[in-house]
């Protein structure tokens, strides 16, 4: 059980994050962004997040040779394309802020396969899953076992 439950604590807080996390799905791909999320969320071991988007990925018929392998896409070859694999090295840069995270060479990279506008909305879902990352690691949310997953409908979480 969660330390606090914010989505009832912090109703107006926590829609607000709810509506950026909306806006960035609709503008990045409910897939992709998954795979943003899913590897943000393994950046940060986050494992409600892990779990919650590995799940999705898999419910959208995503191979889970290929969910499983968000965790080590630097070495999986091809089994990423060009486009998925500059999204990770951005997650992974932009996850990790610091000093030399976010490198030209990312960053030009990433400029191979997206506009401005899709970077902008990039950089904004990469932001909005580390802010959902560190309010389920803060508040103790874990994934649920096994048979609650199965039994209980989805709640409406966004993250």
């Not at 919650?52 to 070495?75: E, F, P, T, Y």
């Not at 992974?92 to 490198?103: E, F, R, Y």
Request: proline share 3%.
């Amino acid at each position: 059980m969660a330390r606090i439950s914010l989505d009832q604590m912090n109703k107006k807080a926590y829609a607000s994050v709810a509506h950026m996390d909306s806006y960035c799905r609709r503008a990045i791909g409910t897939e992709l962004y998954d795979f943003v999320k899913l590897r943000a969320s393994i950046v940060n071991g986050c494992g409600f997040c892990v779990d919650m988007h590995s799940s999705d990925l898999i419910g959208m018929g995503v191979s889970s040779r290929k969910v499983v392998n968000v965790a080590a896409w630097q070495h999986t070859g091809s089994l990423f394309d060009d486009r998925e694999r500059s999204v990770f090295a951005l997650t992974d840069a932009v996850t990790k802020i610091g000093p030399d995270s976010v490198t030209d060479e990312i960053w030009e990279e990433a400029t191979r396969h997206f506009t401005d506008e899709q970077l902008g909305d990039l950089l904004l879902g990469i932001s909005t899953i580390n802010v959902w990352n560190r309010l389920a690691i803060s508040t103790e949310t874990v994934p649920p076992a096994e048979a609650e997953s199965a039994a209980a409908p989805a709640d409406g979480e966004q993250s």
